[in-house]
């Protein structure tokens, strides 16, 4: 078992690509234990030294921040807020999100600028390390103060309530930490706060679905380039030439891939009868470099929102300040988030379309490449679920961030949406994979009709693989069984 030191540095996606697919566990380093500490003591005394009202410490939350509370009721407060808070609905958070949330929240609280007690933090790492999942819903988050909805979810086991999920079964967080002979952690002033305030619902959304982006890309090049030869496409629009009087980089980058991809292929090098095809070929570099080029800046502005403290109030000892501001807001999340669902929904929308072409009985595949059209219907039908699927994605392009409504009495009275962005974007990626399945599906069939030429030793091995998954469709059968077993192979 591996360990992950919890430090100031940079984190960036390939260490959160491993700690994902990796069995780690977190530690806080040195330095950050003694940021924590040092944090937290000057909070202590500064709430000792005098009279002055501190929003969120010693005040009401919201349009409540003119509300005063007394010393005997600070800790209430904090409970309070926690309990208050977890109003989250609908299907639940992904446990894989969750743990990413876990890990999240305990790199804000690191640094420094929370005043958090340094025992709250340290459970939430034996959360991490021990897989104890707080249960979270989808919905509840306006992404603008904070996750509050759902990181009240994950906060409420630390004080022995809600759910978890533990050794794979759903339990009351209290009955949980009676096992393990853990107490429920008292909060103190400040607390409750700064694990509701801050960003790490969209956050961990947006990496994971970054991270399946950048996955979901490479298929694209590669079912495309199959596609391409299936077809019996020209490669000329790949050309180096072409690129560089156009030097978008996700552009170059792709038409490469895809040239690469088709080294030594027998049917892309045989003469064509055709001098040019469908955009859905043609253009594979223009829109699947499009979506790169979106995919690297969206990964761009989440890596600065992760190595960042996103709750409030913020604390910072050395200058003797504590800030009320609004590091909490999630508008370049929101932003980021409707872009980069509009960007994988475009790889999906450009697939289906290479689907219909390679059923449409051009080029010398037969209609809907089944022997005997008409008593089979082959894959006339999946190139409809892929149809459906790109129009569903198409509403869900619909952009959360321009929405907005006013909540707290008025007080929050803009807020981006950052939270429904989130999980717009999780179901576009899970969409995509279904497309990019089909298509794959699709033009595995269609390839065979080329024999005996071969195509490159790249997608010969690729078929050779998928074969052992999904045989070749001689008459009609069932095929939601291939499709579902092409989307796992894409997930691969």
């Known amino acids: 078992m591996k360990t992950h030191s919890i430090t100031s540095d940079h984190i960036d996606l390939p260490a959160i690509t491993d700690l994902l697919i990796g069995d780690y566990q977190l530690q806080l380093s040195d330095d950050s234990k003694n940021r924590i500490i040092k944090c937290r003591e000057y909070l202590d005394k500064r709430m000792a030294s005098g009279n002055e009202s501190i929003y969120g410490v010693n005040t009401g939350f919201g349009s409540l921040y003119n509300k005063s509370i007394s010393n005997e009721d600070l800790d209430t407060l904090q409970n309070n807020l926690v309990m208050s808070h977890a109003c989250g609905v609908g299907e639940e958070v992904p446990k894989e999100i969750v743990k990413l949330m876990l890990f999240l929240k305990i790199q804000g609280l690191s640094y420094g600028n929370s005043g958090i007690q340094l025992e709250v933090v340290e459970r939430l790492i034996y959360f991490y390390n021990n897989d104890i999942l707080p249960i979270i819903y989808q919905q509840g988050s306006l992404g603008a103060s904070g996750d509050l909805a759902p990181l009240a979810h994950l906060s409420l086991p630390l004080i022995g309530m809600g759910e978890v999920y533990y050794k794979d079964k759903k339990q009351a ?131 600065t929102e992760i190595n960042s403290v996103t709750d409030n109030p913020t604390i910072f000892p050395d200058e003797d300040l504590i800030i009320s501001a609004g590091n909490f807001h999630g508008q370049p999340l929101a932003l980021a988030l409707d872009f980069l669902t509009i960007a994988l929904a475009e790889l999906g929308s450009i697939s289906e379309r290479r689907t219909y072409q390679l059923i449409s009985g051009q080029r010398g595949l037969p209609p809907f490449l089944v022997a005997n059209p008409g008593l089979n219907s082959g894959l006339m039908i999946p190139q409809y679920t892929a149809a459906s699927i790109v129009s569903q994605n198409k509403q869900l392009c619909t952009p959360a961030s321009v929405d907005s409504i006013v909540s707290s009495n008025g007080q929050e009275d803009h807020v981006s949406m950052g939270a429904n962005a989130a999980t717009k974007a999780f179901k576009v990626v899970e969409n995509v994979e279904k497309i990019l399945a089909i298509e794959l599906l699709t033009a595995a069939q269609a390839l065979e009709f080329r024999k005996p030429l071969k195509s490159s030793a790249v997608i010969e091995t690729l078929i050779e693989k998928y074969r052992k998954i999904v045989p070749f469709i001689d008459e009609d059968r069932v095929l939601f069984e291939d499709i579902m077993n092409s989307v796992d192979f894409v997930k691969i």
Request: glycine fraction near 6%; proline fraction near 5%.
């Open 173 to 303: 967080a209290k009955d949980v930490l009676e096992s393990l002979s853990l107490h429920a952690i008292p909060l103190k002033a400040k607390d409750g706060l700064a694990l509701l305030n801050g960003t790490q619902f969209m956050a961990s959304y947006g990496i994971y679905c970054i991270i399946h982006a950048g996955k979901l890309l490479h298929q694209a090049n590669l079912i495309s380039a199959l596609s391409l030869d299936a077809f019996d496409g020209r490669i000329e629009p790949f050309h180096p030439h072409i690129q560089t009087i156009r030097p978008h980089s996700g552009q170059i980058k792709i038409a490469k891939a895809i040239k690469d991809l088709l080294e030594g292929s027998e049917i892309i090098s045989q003469k064509k009868a055709h001098v040019q095809d469908p955009y859905s070929f043609r253009c594979i570099p223009q829109v699947h470099g499009a979506s790169l080029d979106t995919i690297d800046y969206v990964a761009s502005v989440f890596l």
